[in-house]
């Protein structure tokens, strides 16, 4: 455990970023999951749910908290679903 006031300060600073890291990470997978069902089911809310899922990852990876080519990875392997989808279906 730390002794210093100021150690003390950057845990409790550092957790509390954990978290919210966390949530945000918790968030990606369950629109990712979102997305998947929904180019699965051909909903005509894909587009919708697909870029805010899109956006999602920008504003995750804009604060480091995923890697940009992490986002970007996800954000072609969605776009590469819909598109077989989309032409599975015409």
């Not at 919708?48 to 990876?61: G, I, M, P, Q, R």
């Given at each position: ?8 300060r ?63 990875r ?17």
């Amino acid at each position: 455990m730390a002794n210093l006031r100021s150690a003390l300060r950057d845990i409790k600073k550092s957790r509390k970023r954990a978290e919210r890291n966390q949530s945000v990470k918790s968030a990606i997978k369950t629109f990712m999951k979102k997305s998947r069902t929904a180019i699965a089911a051909g909903d005509e809310a894909t587009v919708a749910v697909v870029s805010s899922t899109c956006a999602l990852l920008d504003k995750a990876a804009k604060r480091n908290i995923i890697h940009k080519n992490a986002a970007n990875r996800r954000k072609s392997r969605l776009a590469k679903l819909q598109q077989q989808a989309t032409a599975a279906s015409a």
